[in-house]
């Protein structure tokens, strides 16, 4: 029995109307999948969509938030958790959630077993890591210094005892030394740093510097005449590391005048890094002044643009982080096209072999070559913290949430049976300065599962 005419079109009409509710359906409910379609025919329906040509590089930018080829490196900011308001709604969102999180009473990390890293009974026949605690200062720090030694010998190091290692550019004086090692039975070193490694190279413009660093002091931008602090700056960008008595160890803590701890640890944190295999942990996490790093991005573009540099970048890296730009736009717009969030770099405790390492140390000295330490005051602390993010897995970066610290005007407290003496979820005592907070962003973009960390 054959099919008749009017049957046909029928069975075709019925076909053409179920492909075209599947085309609609599947970009629509499932764009997911529409968006996990490779090569041409991706394109084309994108364009179907979007109404405009997208080229694959337009295509992964806007799926991936990178795109990593040799010599064509970009990186753009895709609002993975789809956060949506004016900056003043995102600042208050990232508030009430970081006050949400800041509301859990927590303790220790829980991704590690904490019990095996105890502090031990007696600390003289402790087997301590490879690690150092680092305070660079001068002579007339001693007093504010002392004060810190005493806070943190309290909380952490009266029970592990690990080796202080005091840098100065100048000498130490006796009184310093005697002094400090009253506070501490620890052992310590006092150095004086080379010269290469922290004077001013020879080949800067000292007349375009100073002309530059005064432009910037209008801005109430901090610097030194003597360029003492680009000198610092860059020192602890890409040189302190290299320190010869620094080269004895892999991890550091770097500790500072003027700061407090509010935790006491009962854990070894130097072996809590080892044993994760985290690179990095920092505890405040904030937006820069663009005016020192308007070219940083730029720069770090070109380095990563060049020969085979795009192989250095770690596809698990913060991205996002890096390149959000919802909470203070006109900053990400003055720096560029980075959001300037780094990791405030008065407290750090880290692994010194990712600096030491190849990715990190070529694009040191490509950074170092524009001489822009000197010309726009590039601080360390978005050196490292960019460096992280590209370079470093960003689940090997931990934000110490349970140490308690400050540093004026900033501070990091957890709600911890082991912390006294902050509010929990304080971030500054100053309202004015809470959109500098970039933490909730790190927690957004960079934190798989916060509730298996803490
Ligand atoms: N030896 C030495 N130490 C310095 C020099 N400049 C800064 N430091 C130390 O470097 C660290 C950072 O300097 P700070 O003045 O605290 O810089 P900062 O944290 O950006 O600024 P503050 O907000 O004032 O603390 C501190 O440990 C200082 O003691 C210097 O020229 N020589
Ligand atoms: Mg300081």
């Known amino acids: 029995m054959g099919i008749r005419s009017h049957q046909l079109l029928l069975l075709l009409l019925a076909f053409t109307i179920s492909t075209t509710l599947l085309l609609v359906l599947s970009i629509h409910v499932f764009p997911d999948q529409v968006a996990d379609f490779s090569g041409e025919v991706m394109v084309e329906s994108e364009r179907w969509i979007l109404g405009e040509t997208v080229s694959t590089k337009e295509r992964l930018l806007r799926k991936n938030g990178y795109y990593i080829h040799k010599g064509d490196v970009a990186f753009q900011f895709i609002n993975p958790v789809e956060k949506v308001g004016t900056p003043e709604e995102m600042n208050y969102l990232n508030m009430e959630r970081f006050a949400d999180i800041s509301g859990k009473e927590i303790l220790e990390p829980l991704d590690y077993d904490i019990e095996s890293i105890r502090s031990p009974e007696n600390p003289d026949g402790y087997e301590r890591a490879s690690a150092t605690i680092v305070a660079l200062a001068r002579n007339e720090d001693f007093d504010e210094l002392a004060k810190t030694i005493l806070s943190f010998e309290k909380m952490f190091n009266a029970k592990f005892q690990y080796p202080y290692t005091f840098l100065n550019d100048g000498t130490f004086s006796d009184n310093f030394k005697k002094g400090m090692q009253a506070l501490s039975k620890a052992q310590m070193e006092f150095v004086t740093i080379p010269e290469s490694l922290w004077q001013m190279p020879p080949h800067i413009d000292k007349k375009k510097a100073k002309q530059q660093m005064n432009k910037l002091s209008k801005s109430g931008i901090k610097y030194s005449k003597d360029f003492s602090v680009n000198n610092m700056l860059r020192f602890f960008s890409g040189n302190f590391y290299h320190v010869p008595e620094m080269k004895k160890y892999r991890y550091y803590w770097r500790i500072e005048p003027k700061v407090s701890f509010f935790t006491e640890l009962k854990y070894d944190v130097f072996k809590y890094l080892q044993g994760t295999g985290k690179l990095y942990g920092f505890s405040i996490s904030l937006y820069d002044n663009p005016l020192t790093v308007e070219t940083l991005w730029p720069e770090t573009m070109g380095f990563l643009n060049e020969g085979s540099n795009f192989q250095y970048v770690n596809k698990k890296g913060s991205f996002q982080?890096?390149?959000?730009?919802?909470?203070?736009?006109?900053?990400?717009?003055k720096a560029n096209g980075y959001s300037t969030c780094h990791f405030w770099s008065n407290f750090e405790i880290g692994d010194m072999n990712f600096f030491r390492g190849e990715a990190y140390s070529l694009w040191f000295q490509h950074l170092d070559t524009t001489n822009k330490f000197y010309y726009e005051r590039w601080g360390d602390a978005p050196v490292?913290?960019?460096g992280l993010g590209l370079f470093a897995d960003k689940s090997k970066?931990?934000?110490?949430?349970?140490?308690?610290?400050?540093?004026y005007p900033y501070y990091n407290c957890p709600k911890a049976e082991n912390t006294r003496g902050c509010l929990p979820g304080q971030f500054s005592e100053s309202l004015e300065l809470q959109d500098r907070n970039c933490l909730q962003n790190w927690i957004d973009y960079s934190i798989d599962n916060l509730n298996k960390i803490y």
Do not use: K, M
């Not at 982080?321 to 717009?333: D, H, I, M, R, Y």
């Open 321 to 333: 982080w890096l390149t959000e730009n919802q909470q203070l736009p006109g900053v990400n717009a």
């Open 384 to 386: 490292h913290s960019i």
């Open 397 to 407: 970066i931990h934000w110490f949430r349970d140490i308690g610290y400050f540093h």
